[in-house]
């Protein structure tokens, strides 16, 4: 069974940072892109950024120039650097692997509080 656990989130101030990881174990199909994805209450839930296997990025435009996204592969890890978090950010990350043949996986979240 595949398990994707994040960690990291918590309570931090306008301006402070975070680094969210997130670690899959279990059988997996080859993962070609990684993902970080967030949703705040009453909101649906949006793509952050993700990585793709030869290392390209892709940002929402909310959160470029302050988040990085990084991953290990031969430890099958993401990482989200975030950086300058103001209160929008407030949300629940999720991470996300999307391996051959488009099959998903999901981590179970954690929450990112950000105080004004």
């Known amino acids: 069974q595949v398990q994707l656990v994040e960690s990291g989130g918590g309570l931090v101030q306008a301006g402070g940072s975070l680094r969210l990881s997130c670690v899959a174990s279990?059988?997996?199909?080859?993962?070609?892109?990684m993902g970080w994805y967030r949703q705040a209450p009453g909101k649906q839930r949006e793509l952050v950024a993700s990585?793709?296997?030869?290392?390209?990025?892709n940002y929402a435009d909310s959160v470029k120039g302050r988040f990085a996204i990084s991953r290990a592969n031969a430890e099958n890890t993401v990482y989200l650097q975030m950086n300058s978090l103001k209160p929008d950010d407030t949300a629940v990350y999720y991470c996300n692997f999307v391996a051959t043949f488009l099959q998903m996986y999901w981590g179970q979240g954690t929450q990112v509080t950000v105080s004004s």
């Open positions: 279990g059988s997996m199909l080859p993962i070609n892109t």
């Open positions: 990585i793709t296997s030869g290392g390209s990025t």
